[in-house]
């Protein structure tokens, strides 16, 4: 077989990279290692910066998004006693648009299928041959055969445990990491959200978040310990714990309901460096992770893609490499920012197991200068709603 790109990963990155290189006339194969049930099956991000969506837009899949997103013009940030808003229309003139991951993906396969594009599912043993030459191929298994795809390119779109990074040599990788000593305990329930706005708590009893995705679903999450497994957690107690963690007026109104579906996610800081190895190119959580506090995990994603899709545009189209030469470089610059914003989020609102009273104050004149400078919230709206690509 042969294509232009071959991209490793079928979630939100590599389908959205190959439905707009498709929209360009380029071909490209998606392999994925798992169904698309269980791709569909993981509930993740919900919180789309406006990059993003014009990015959906410009692949021609933002129909039922822009029928059925809610847009946030704002969120709430509680902190003990301290309850405020940070107006991003005003701060910014621009605004975040709530819609699931899940919905995200589900609409690029089913643009993808729909324009006959090739995704392999089930692979297994997908390897990257030759990346730092002129000509990369990609074997994999399916079914206990063996294919090979030869390629000008390789997209490593596979997430954190996927198989590209680990292609560039040790000798040339750059790793940096921070890990939380904590993870976020979420669940999704079929019950109307307890604001129209997203509300970011901090609270002596560690971290919460009401979110959505829709006026009759519900994403709520609570800071957890790593030694917690979802199974410890019954409906009862989390919600008991939620409402112990909002602000009253909040817990007072809260409707809860049965969980559908219930996790827990680590907290981590990553980012590997360059993001490019001769033919192969990172995108997405393949490169780099964020905790979710500040919803910029799903959406520094989208910013790879642009950079690189329009890269892989200027080399096919005028034969200029220059796009593609420069990937690593943009793509880096605007993920240390959102990674910087996602740190300083999370340490802002959780509760570290070794503070002491005086990180607590530290913590505490941090939430009050947000709370009192329309600087500070300038600065807090501008990162929330996205940098500019
Ligand atoms: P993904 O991990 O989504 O997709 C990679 C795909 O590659 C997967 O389908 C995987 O099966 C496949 N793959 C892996 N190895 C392979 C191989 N060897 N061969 C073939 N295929 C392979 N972000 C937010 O903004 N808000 C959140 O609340 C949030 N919650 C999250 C919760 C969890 C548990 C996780 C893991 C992430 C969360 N994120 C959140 C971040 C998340 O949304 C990611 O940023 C987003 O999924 C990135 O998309 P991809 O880069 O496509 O990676
Ligand atoms: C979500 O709705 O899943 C969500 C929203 C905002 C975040 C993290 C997760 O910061």
């Not at 298994?141 to 997209?155: K, L, N, Q, S, Y």
């Not at 780099?288 to 500040?294: N, Q, R």
């Not at 520094?300 to 642009?306: F, G, R």
């Amino acid at each position: 077989m042969r294509t232009q790109v071959a991209i490793i990963g079928g979630g939100p990155s590599g389908l959205l990279l190959s439905q707009l290189l498709h929209r360009k006339g380029i071909d490209s194969i998606v392999l994925e290692r798992k169904t698309k049930d269980y791709v569909l099956g993981r509930i993740r991000a919900g919180i789309l910066e406006t990059g993003f969506v014009d990015l959906m837009r410009e692949a021609g899949v933002a129909n039922r998004m822009d029928a059925e997103c809610i847009i946030h013009d704002g969120t709430v940030i509680s902190y003990g006693d301290t309850l405020f808003g940070v107006d991003f229309k005003d701060l910014t003139g621009s605004h975040v648009v709530v819609y699931g991951q899940t919905e995200v993906t589900r609409d690029l396969y089913e643009a993808r299928e729909a324009a006959g594009g090739k995704i392999v599912f089930e692979t297994e043993a997908v390897t990257i041959h030759d990346a730092d030459s002129d000509a990369p191929h990609v074997t994999y298994m399916v079914d206990g055969t063996e294919h090979r795809i030869d390629c000008d390119f390789v997209a490593g779109c596979d997430g954190f445990h996927g198989v590209s990074r680990q292609t560039i040599p040790l000798t040339v990788r750059r790793e940096y990491e921070k890990l939380y000593p904590f993870g976020w305990l979420g669940i999704l329930s079929q019950t109307p959200p307890v604001h129209h706005e997203l509300i970011y708590s901090g609270s002596d009893r560690g971290f919460a978040l009401c979110s959505m995705r829709n006026e009759n679903l519900s994403r709520y999450y609570i800071q957890c310990s790593l030694s917690d497994t979802p199974e410890d957690w019954t409906d009862a107690a989390f919600w008991t714990e939620l409402k112990r963690r909002i602000p009253e007026e909040y817990a007072d109104r809260l409707v809860t309901g049965p969980s559908i579906e219930k996790s827990i996610a680590p907290l981590r800081s990553f980012v590997t460096e360059p993001m490019r190895w001769g033919r192969l190119f990172l995108c997405g959580d393949a490169a780099h992770i964020v905790p979710p506090t500040g919803a910029k995990g799903l959406n520094t994603a989208a910013s790879d893609i642009h950079y690189l899709y329009n890269g892989l545009l200027q080399y096919y189209a005028e034969g200029d490499s220059e796009g593609i030469d420069r990937y690593s470089e943009k793509a880096l610059t605007r993920i240390w920012k959102a990674e910087r914003f996602s740190w300083a989020t999370t340490n802002l609102l959780h509760r570290f197991p070794d503070q002491n009273a005086f990180d607590l104050k530290i913590q505490q004149a941090d939430v009050d200068f947000l709370r009192e400078n329309r600087e500070a919230q300038s600065v807090f709206a501008q990162n929330y709603v996205g940098l500019p690509y």
